[in-house]
Nanobody
Framework: QVQLVESGGGLVQAGGSLRLSCAAS????????MGWFRQAPGKEREFVAG????????YYADSVKGRFTISRDNAKNTVYLQMNSQKPEDTAVYYC?????????????????WGQGTQVTVSS
């Protein structure tokens, strides 16, 4: 069992930056692939970024590529999402997720555990 707690959300102006954190419980964190997803009002949840268990492989949605960076610190049981050059369309609730057998990082059903989400609002 893995419990995930996101933090770092808030209100930022367009062009600004935020860093989200996702703290995980459990000693097996380092064996899980991790992902960030987001859901805007009235829209389906969508993939943002993912990282393999080692952090050696990372994946991004086209909409955030070059602006967002996912990273992880297995010693701290934490995964991060650095968000730069933010746009109003980045406004959403952001969720982190963990999966033990993730093959397709872009598919939410590949992940076993989810956090409660953190709100990110980007003003124009």
């Amino acid at each position: 069992q893995v419990q995930l707690v996101e933090s770092g959300g808030g209100l930022v102006q367009a062009g600004g930056s935020l860093r989200l954190s996702c703290a995980a419980s459990g000693r097996t964190f380092r064996t899980y692939a991790m992902g960030w997803f987001r859901q805007a009002p009235g829209k389906e949840r969508e993939f943002v970024a993912g990282t393999s268990w080692s952090g050696g492989n990372t994946y991004y949605a086209d909409s955030v590529k070059g602006r967002f960076t996912i990273s992880r610190d297995n010693a701290k049981n934490t995964v991060y999402l650095q968000m730069n050059s933010q746009k109003p369309e980045d406004t959403a609730v952001y969720y982190c997720a963990a999966g033990s057998r993730v093959i397709d990082y872009y598919r939410d059903y590949q992940y076993d555990y989810w956090g409660q989400g953190t709100q990110v609002t980007v003003s124009s």
